[in-house]
């Protein structure tokens, strides 16, 4: 990489390119170049008007105050927008092309969504207010609530949990909760091997053992290796469904007649609920508890790390155990939110909060007015048009790339494919960095686990054909690469502002401060 010059750009983007002198700037027209915020920086630059210096620091502040300045970049407040600007421009979005990332759900954010969330009386509201002022607010999560249980037909939900990961641990500790209520001392949770590694992280967390069940040759739960595990130690198994094979697990009816059988409860991570929605309830197969991410299914934007919210939704048999605030059915039919003050009479046998206040608000609204303006009919569509979508993928594909479960017949919302069989030592990596000088943001790559070399496509109800040809076009494209044997393609992307990285060594020893000319830290 070579050196900033004197105004802090790298012009490493122009070098290298036959006959074209570079620019100074090292930017060529709209490609931005941006060098690090650390080699921008002018020490003293504020974008601040703080009083002057000798004035000195106010007395009562004296004793805790810094002994030094501390080591941040120094930049005017133009240069700080421009800055995080001119980065934003070298991302990839959703809005700008598909983000293929199975297991993710990455689909087009409707703008209605947004309009909704922004509404003062919904984004200006604070967790404080007293509840009278709030009415709307309670009266959205009610009613997503209402929905979200009768999606899933099943018995109640606790809308608090803040991503599909803290919805799995709030299902979990509920079967704990359930277990300990009897006086069981059961402590094995079962997970597949292709489980998301939430799965176990949240089992051993809530203090469970976690033991893998096989899967079938078709890649779903060997459901006769599972029935023979079961025992008085088995507390329950996490089942992803459609799992992440992209499968239907077409026992999951048995698998729960049988966890139950043997006195343990099912939990489905239910992440890829977008390819059964509106067409299968989770309750009429017996599960017990099951998150839905508000933020895959029922889209609002998850780029980038959140925010997320994961409702989890549980059975009869559980949700006498639902955190509180909790929303359930009640005997009289109607299905009503339990709040705090009232869980000692209503809700007595409650595993306490999971998060403060009511949840995440603006993902609330942003999901409901997803599915309002889709309707019950809509959402139907959108699980089979996700289907058709990857099916599209996957049998476009399965000529060049091997389809490992492809024999097995129609896959549900994601196609899996893997590197089996790839010409000339190339791997799964270099067909996804092609797909980036492609355009592309690559694919799930090396998930689930039990597949060599995955490439996990999940294209979303939201693409067009005319998209997906694209995006199979080039997919094929990159394979053919490989097939010819273009060295090039080892070290692509070419296009990208960044060549190949190191991704050890950006794992192990990130730079996370720049201090001048010095050595990193
Ligand atoms: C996304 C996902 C999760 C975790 O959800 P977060 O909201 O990211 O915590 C769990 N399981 C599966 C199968 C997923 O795809």
Redesign the pocket.
């Known amino acids: 990489m070579n050196a900033p010059n004197s105004s802090g750009w790298r012009p490493e983007m122009t070098s290298g390119e036959a006959g074209l002198a570079p620019t100074s700037s090292g930017d060529r027209a709209l490609a931005l170049e941006e060098a690090l915020i650390f080699e921008l920086a002018a020490p003293g630059t504020t974008g601040v008007d703080f009083d002057h210096e000798d004035e000195g620091p106010m007395p009562e502040l004296a004793g805790i105050l810094r002994p030094s300045p501390p080591a941040l970049p120094g930049l005017s407040e133009p240069e700080a927008v421009r800055h995080y600007t001119r980065l934003s421009r070298q991302n990839y979005a959703i809005d700008l092309g598909p983000f293929p990332l199975g297991?993710?759900?990455m689909k087009h954010n409707p703008r209605l969504n947004e309009k909704v969330a922004r509404m003062p009386g919904f984004a200006d509201i604070h967790p404080l207010q007293p509840v009278e002022t709030v009415p709307g607010a309670l009266a959205v999560i009610n009613q997503l609530a209402h929905w979200l249980i009768a999606l899933t037909g099943m018995h109640g939900v606790a809308m608090t949990p803040k991503?599909?990961?803290?919805?799995?641990l709030c299902g979990i500790l509920c079967i704990k909760a359930a277990l300990e209520a009897r006086g069981d001392p059961r402590g094995v949770i079962l997970v597949p091997e292709s489980?998301?590694g939430?799965?176990p992280a949240t089992a051993g967390f809530a203090g469970f053992a976690v033991e893998n069940i096989p899967a079938t040759a078709d890649g779903r739960v060997d459901l006769a290796a599972l029935t023979a595990r079961l025992g008085p130690d088995i507390a329950g198994v996490m089942i992803?469904n459609p799992n992440?094979c992209g499968l239907f697990e077409r026992d999951m009816k048995a698998i729960c007649d049988a966890v139950h059988g043997a006195g343990g409860y099912v939990y489905c991570?239910g992440?890829?609920f977008n390819a059964i929605v509106g067409k299968v309830r989770p309750g009429d197969l017996g599960i017990d508890a099951m998150?839905i991410?508000l933020?895959?299914t029922f889209s609002t934007p998850?780029g980038g790390g959140g925010p997320?919210s994961?409702p989890v939704v549980l059975s009869e048999a559980l949700s006498p155990f639902g955190p509180i605030p909790f929303t359930a059915r009640y005997e009289d039919g109607s299905i009503r939110l339990i709040e705090e003050e009232d869980a000692g009479a209503e809700h007595p046998q409650t595993i306490g909060r999971m998060a403060a206040f009511h949840g995440q608000m603006g993902m609330f609204t942003r999901a409901l007015t997803y599915i309002l303006s889709h309707g019950a009919d809509g959402l139907r569509q959108v699980a089979e048009d996700a289907v058709l979508n990857a099916n599209y993928v996957l049998r476009s594909l399965d000529d060049v790339l091997e389809a490992p479960f492809g024999g097995a017949g129609p896959c549900m919302h994601e196609a899996l494919f893997s590197d089996a069989g790839m010409a000339n030592g190339f791997s799964t990596l270099d067909i996804a960095k092609g797909l980036i000088d492609e355009g592309f943001h690559p694919m799930t790559v090396y998930f689930p686990l039990v597949v060599h070399g995955a490439m996990l496509v999940e294209p979303t109800e939201t693409e067009s054909k005319a998209g997906l040809d694209r995006f199979i076009a080039s997919l094929r494209h990159v394979v053919e690469r490989a097939r010819a044997g273009d060295a090039t393609l080892k070290s692509a992307p070419h296009f990208a502002p960044r060549r190949r990285l190191d991704e050890t060594l950006a794992a192990r020893r990130p730079r996370l401060v720049w201090r001048g000319d010095a050595e990193a830290v």
């Open positions: 297991s993710c759900t991503a599909g990961a803290h919805g799995e489980a998301h939430t799965n992803t992440t991570d992440a890829n998150h991410n933020h895959k998850h997320g994961g």
